[in-house]
């Protein structure tokens, strides 16, 4: 494992001498535009391994993505070699349709400390609700970012990320959502703790994710990067495209549906991804990832 080789990976060509806050965004901003956020290895016949050194030679020797616990596992790798104080940190995430949050650990998150402040390291989130920039851990505070602003809340040591939406124009709202203009508002996403973690601690949760039928990750085919302006995601067969404050506060939504023939193609040219099987694209859980 070569962090130079990593560097290359998600074409980083500053310095990371400095253990800073400008150093680590940079590095940071760098991996979520590189890296793409993607469980296509489930619909690939494929397992999705716990080990760093699979996970290495996955995102850096094959130029795939990965989901939480395969990006930030990296992540904690990377920064831990140029001697960032890092901990592993786990969170249940919030499911819209059920207005809950997961009863389980389901998401793996990053505490890095930097001159004596926590910050939290997010590169395995994806779709609208990745970070963008490590957040700093204080509760109440507005943190804006290029997807939107988010911000903690601290409630008997339970920690909750939320970040308030923009609104989105679909100008071509017949292949998508049922309204041109989707409203801004306010949007949970996860709850943690600071108990610090071990890989170890999420070998069940890697394997429910991508074997129980009910999981999100077995019944959707996602595929999500950042890009320099927005993000751009393939989930199942719709390939959607978005770029963050087009006007007046709004996102514009581009929304095309991909034929079979046509997957593998986008998957290269837009997310710079090859895959070694077939994949088999799905889209059966009605839940919006946007």
Not at 61 to 75: A, D, F, P, S
Not at 109 to 122: S, W
Not at 135 to 147: F, H, N, R, T, V
Request: charged share 30%; proline share 4%.
């Amino acid at each position: 494992m070569d962090i130079k080789e990593y560097f290359t990976r998600i074409s980083y060509h500053g310095s990371y001498d400095k253990r800073d806050l400008a150093t680590l965004t940079d590095i940071f901003q760098h991996h979520i535009r590189a890296v793409p956020f993607e469980n296509l290895s489930i619909h690939c016949g494929e397992g999705i391994e716990l080990d760093l050194e699979a996970t290495y030679k996955k995102i850096v020797g094959k130029k795939r993505g990965g989901w939480c616990m395969e990006n930030n596992h990296l992540l904690s790798w990377v920064l831990k070699t140029l001697g960032y104080d890092v901990t592993l940190l786990g969170a249940k995430v919030f499911v819209p349709e059920f207005d809950a949050y997961a009863k389980e650990i389901d998401h793996l998150l990053l505490k890095v400390m930097l001159d004596d402040k926590p910050y939290i390291v997010d590169g395995g989130f994806g779709m609208t609700y990745q970070l963008w920039q490590p957040m700093e851990l204080i509760s109440g505070k507005d943190q804006p970012q290029a997807p939107g602003v988010f911000r903690f809340r601290e409630d008997n040591r339970i920690w909750y990320l939320e970040k308030e939406k923009r609104k989105q124009w679909t100008p071509n709202q017949s292949s998508s959502a049922p309204h041109e203009v989707e409203q801004e508002g306010c949007r949970q996403v996860y709850l943690f703790t600071l108990q610090p973690l071990d890989i170890e601690d999420f070998r069940t949760c890697n394997t429910q994710l991508q074997t129980v039928p009910n999981s999100l990750f077995v019944s959707k085919s996602i595929c999500s990067l950042q890009t320099t302006d927005g993000i751009r995601a393939l989930v199942g067969w719709k390939l959607t495209e978005i770029k963050y404050s087009y006007k007046d506060n709004m996102d514009l939504v581009e929304v095309r549906i991909l034929a079979d023939e046509e997957i593998e193609k986008t998957l290269k040219e837009k997310f710079n991804i090859t895959l070694d099987k077939k994949l088999v694209p799905i889209n059966k859980s009605r839940l919006s990832l946007f």
